[in-house]
C-alpha cells in the first residue's frame, strides 16, 4: 500500500510513517515546516518529503497513493486537501490508520495527559524493552535509548505490547474528537490534567470531557493509573469507571492513599508497603512522577517493580527534554520543549535541583497555538520567576509580551530580532551560566547559534 502523509514531520505523524513503512508500506508525505528531529529521522529512513501543500503532488510524488493519511495540521481551505476531495481520493485520519492497521490487536498502554506525555512513554516503553517484552512504540519525541520516535515490532502473539503517547488534541478537520479515543488502551495513564489547547477547547470543561471518552474506551480488565492529586481527574473519574483504578503521586499527597506514592529520596511505596527506590539521572520533581506512574503501568503489563527500577537507572532520557546541546566557555545551553505555563516552571525547578545556586537564562519562545492566542500570558511572570534573567522571543506574537513579563521588572528583556536575542544571551552569559531554551519548535535554530556566538567570544 502506497501511504502519501500529510503533516508527516509532525511528531505523531512522522512516528506513524517510521511505523508503516516498517509494516512494508511505501511511505512518502508532505509538510509547510520540516525542522529536526523529525526531519532527520525521516530523511534517514529513506521516506521521501515533499515541502508544502501544492496539489501538483497528485501527479508526482502522491502519484498512485492508495490512501492519503491526514494530519490535523490540515484543514479546509487547504490546497492539497482540497484536490484530494475533489478527486474523490480516500483518506483517513493518522490515528484511525494506525489503530485499524497496528493496533487492533496489540495490548496497548497509552499515556495522557497536559505534561510528561513524552516522557513518561517513553520510560514505560524503555521499562518493557529492558524487560525483554521489545515493545512497539510511538513517543512524541526521540528517546536517547531507541534512537527513533516509534517503532513497529512482530505480530501480537510475538510482541503484544504497544504504548503510545496520548495525546488530547483533535484528530483531523473531519474528527473533532481527540486523538487518544481511536486508541482502545488495555492500560492508560492519566498523568495530569489542566488547560491547554486554547485554539480548540474552550475550557477546561471540555477536555474534562474528551478524558472521560477515553476512560470509556478503557475495558473492565483493563487499568487506569491516575494522578491522585489533580482535581480535574478526579472529576473525569466521577462521571464514569468501569475499569481497575490505581492512584499515584507524591509521598502524603491526598488522594493517592492506598496507592503509589514517591517520596523526595525517592522511595516509593504502594499501599504503604515498601517498593523500592527511584535512582536515575532526570532531574525534577516531576520527573519522579513521571517514572511513578510508568512503573506502576509496566507492573501492569506484568513488570515487576524492582525490573521497572533497574531500567530507569539507565534510562538516557529524550531528546528535547532538558538536553544539553553544548558547553562553551563555562556556559551551558539547554534545549527543552516547554510551552505551557506549568511545563516552564517545572523544567526551571527541576534545573535549579541540578544545577544549584547556578544562574539560570531562560530563553522562551512562546510559539503554540494556546501561547500565540495569549490564552496564558498572565501566567507567565510566575512559570519564570525561578530563573535568574529571562529573555522571550515576541515575534508573529498578537499580544505586548513585554506589558506580559513586566511583573519580573529588571530580569526579564524582550526581542522581536533573533539575531539580536541571540547577541543579548550571548553578551549577558558567564561562566557558570546555564541558558534554558525552551520552544516547542525549532526557534531559528538559537541552540546552535548561542553556542556560536559564545565560542566567538572566549
Known amino acids: 500500500m502506497h501511504l502519501h502523509i500529510l503533516g508527516i514531520c509532525g511528531t505523531f505523524m512522522g512516528g506513524l510513517a517510521a511505523i508503516a513503512q516498517a509494516a512494508g508500506h511505501r511511505v512518502t508525505g508532505c509538510d509547510a515546516n520540516v525542522y529536526p528531529p523529525m526531519s532527520t529521522q525521516l530523511e534517514a529512513l529513506g521516506i521521501g518529503l515533499t515541502e508544502g501543500w501544492d496539489p501538483a503532488q497528485l501527479d508526482g510524488a502522491a502519484r498512485g497513493a492508495d490512501v492519503y493519511v491526514v494530519g490535523n495540521v490540515v484543514s479546509r481551505g487547504n490546497p492539497l486537501i482540497e484536490a484530494i476531495l475533489d478527486?474523490?481520493?480516500?483518506?483517513?485520519?493518522?490515528?484511525?490508520?494506525?489503530?485499524?492497521?497496528?493496533l487492533r490487536d496489540k495490548?496497548?498502554?497509552?499515556?495522557?495527559?497536559?505534561?510528561?506525555?513524552?516522557?513518561?512513554?517513553?520510560?514505560?516503553?524503555?521499562?518493557l524493552d529492558h524487560a525483554g517484552l521489545s515493545p512497539g512504540f510511538l513517543v512524541g519525541g526521540v528517546p536517547e535509548d531507541f534512537g527513533l520516535s516509534a517503532r513497529?515490532?512482530?505480530a501480537a502473539a510475538e510482541s503484544p505490547f504497544f504504548v503510545i503517547e496520548a495525546d488530547e488534541y483533535d484528530t483531523a478537520f473531519f474528527d473533532k474528537r481527540s486523538k487518544f479515543v481511536h486508541y482502545r488502551p488495555r492500560t492508560a495513564i492519566l498523568n495530569n490534567l489542566e488547560y491547554d489547547h486554547a485554539d480548540?477547547?474552550?475550557?477546561?470543561?471540555?477536555?474534562?470531557t474528551q478524558f472521560h471518552h477515553l476512560v470509556r474506551m478503557v475495558p473492565r480488565s483493563g487499568r487506569l493509573i491516575v494522578n491522585g492529586g489533580e482535581a480535574s481527574l478526579d472529576r473525569v473519574l466521577a462521571r464514569g469507571v468501569w475499569s481497575e483504578v490505581e492512584r499515584f503521586g507524591f509521598a502524603k499527597a491526598p488522594g493517592t492513599a492506598p496507592g503509589w506514592t514517591i517520596a523526595v529520596d525517592g522511595r516509593i511505596l504502594l499501599g504503604g508497603a515498601p517498593q523500592g527506590r527511584l535512582v536515575f539521572g532526570q532531574a525534577g520533581r516531576h520527573n519522579q512522577l513521571n517514572a511513578l506512574a510508568a512503573i506502576a503501568a509496566a507492573r501492569h503489563a506484568g513488570v515487576p517493580?524492582?525490573?521497572?527500577?533497574?531500567?530507569?537507572?539507565c534510562f538516557g532520557g529524550v531528546k528535547r527534554r532538558l538536553e544539553l546541546r553544548g558547553t562553551v566557555a563555562g556556559v551551558a545551553v539547554y534545549d527543552d520543549f516547554a510551552h505551557h505555563p506549568t511545563a516552564v516552571a517545572t523544567t526551571i525547578d527541576g534545573l535549579r535541583r541540578r544545577v544549584g545556586k547556578a544562574r539560570i537564562l531562560a530563553v522562551l519562545e512562546p510559539r503554540s497555538n494556546t501561547m500565540k492566542l495569549g490564552a496564558m500570558k498572565d501566567a507567565l511572570p510566575g512559570s519564570l520567576a525561578g530563573a535568574d534573567r529571562v529573555y522571550c522571543y515576541a515575534a508573529n506574537l498578537g499580544w505586548d509580551a513585554a506589558a506580559a513579563l513586566a511583573p519580573l521588572?529588571?530580569?526579564?528583556?524582550?526581542?522581536?530580532?533573533?539575531?539580536?536575542?541571540?547577541?543579548?544571551?550571548?553578551g549577558e552569559a558567564r561562566p557558570g551560566d546555564q541558558v534554558l531554551v525552551m520552544s516547542n519548535g525549532?526557534?531559528?535554530?538559537?541552540?546552535?547559534?548561542?553556542?556560536?556566538?559564545l565560542a566567538r567570544s572566549c
Open 107 to 127: 495490548w496497548v498502554l497509552a499515556v495522557a495527559g497536559t505534561h510528561g506525555k513524552t516522557t513518561t512513554s517513553a520510560m514505560l516503553a524503555w521499562i
Open 152 to 154: 513497529l515490532t512482530g
Open 442 to 453: 525549532g526557534f531559528g535554530g538559537i541552540h546552535d547559534k548561542l553556542l556560536a556566538r
Open 305 to 313: 517493580v524492582a525490573a521497572s527500577l533497574a531500567a530507569l537507572a
Open 409 to 426: 521588572g529588571s530580569k526579564s528583556a524582550v526581542h522581536d530580532d533573533l539575531d539580536a536575542l541571540v547577541s543579548a544571551v550571548a
Open 87 to 102: 478527486a474523490g481520493a480516500p483518506c483517513v485520519s493518522g490515528p484511525q490508520w494506525l489503530y485499524e492497521n497496528v
Open 200 to 208: 480548540i477547547f474552550p475550557d477546561l470543561a471540555a477536555i474534562e
